[in-house]
């Protein structure tokens, strides 16, 4: 359908710095030009809200205050740091980069978006981030909200999980942008803002209250709520799998996951792929090496990751033996210390009401064992 053009796309500059400088919500990384504050603060946020970001970026910051500190962090107690927050590469190739930062670059982060991208970690949306934000660099950091924003101002119906779609507005914002340092921070700042407060997701985008209302073609033809067009993603693979709570003398047996895949180098409850009946879950015991004595309850959990779901069943079992090598049993203390993953949630709550309450009979629907 043919439609009148902005007159330049330049005139949304105006209004948006201004919508911005009086309101925009205060964050504490928008408080700060120190590049390794502000890059830890978008690692966190990639695929995470706000809200959850703020207790975390806080806690880290006051364990790790600067980049050499996060690069001798010992792994256990970065983990534990990062624990609920999801997506645990991202705290691995934080340090990674941290290291290179702080072994080959004498601590000083790089100031340009090449640099930059040149860390673990760091991509393209990052790079222009920090580059701006703690430098003033003239590069458009493009996320989400942008993205959002930029397709229904434009009325652009590109695919925007298409890379090239994504270039194609990362190379039309570029010329648009402030020369002042100090207004390409805000630049930036401000269209990620819009997309996140006004235009929003998932609903109707709150036209009424947007500074870029006169300019916006999606507004004028009725198309943005239609608007980012993303293409579906693959549907997630199911996986199924059987946790096992083993409790012995006020302990709790947990193992390391390995030291790549998903999740890796968390700690984890013994579990095994598939859903085992009682006798298949017992059996399974039995090949590790422990003897269940009372068969307690049977849980069942799910969680999400971006590629694949687990479909979760959970047995809490009284048992005697040590188990492989790999098994680990924790007490209460050593539990709370160690990182483990919001997947085991259902889990974890668990085996801490298991812990606190010294012994599992009393607690528990106790049963006699199916497999004595
Ligand atoms: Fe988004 Fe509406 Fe503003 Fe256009 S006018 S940018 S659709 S909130």
Known sequence: MPHAPLTTLSEIVPPLLAWYRANARDL?????????????????????????????????????PSVE?????????????????GYYSRARNLQSAARTVATDLGGEFPDTYEGLLALPGV?????????????????PAVDGNVLR??????????????????????EQIEPIMPIEPEDIRVFNQAFMELGAVVCVPGGPPKCDVCPLADSCLGRRLGTAESLPVKSPKKARRVEEKTVFLFSR?????????????????????????GTLDEAAAGAQSILWGLTPSAWNQRLTA?????????HMTGYVLEVSGDGPGDFFWADGPELEKRAIPS????????????LGEKGTEK???GGTSPWA
């Open 28 to 64: 504490p990384w928008r408080k700060t030009r120190d590049s390794y504050r502000v890059w830890v603060s978008e690692i966190m946020l990639q695929q995470t809200r706000v809200a959850a970001v703020l207790g975390y970026y806080q806690r880290f910051l006051s364990a790790f």
């Open 69 to 85: 500190a996060l690069a001798h962090a010992p792994e256990e107690r970065l983990m534990k740091l990062w624990e609920g927050l």
């Open 123 to 139: 991509g393209d949306y990052t790079a222009s981030a920090v580059a701006s934000a703690s430098f003033g660099r003239r590069e």
């Open 149 to 170: 924003v930029f397709t229904r101002l434009t009325d652009c119906h590109g695919d925007i999980a298409d890379p090239k779609t994504k270039k194609s507005i990362r």
């Open 249 to 273: 003398s006020g302990k709790i047996a947990l193992r390391k996951r390995p030291s790549d895949g998903l999740l890796a180098g968390l700690w984890e409850f013994p579990n095994a792929d």
């Open 302 to 310: 799910k969680h999400i990751f971006s590629h694949v779901e687990w």
């Open 343 to 354: 997947a085991f949630a259902r889990f974890l709550s668990e085996a801490k009401i298991l």
């Open 363 to 365: 607690n528990l629907e």
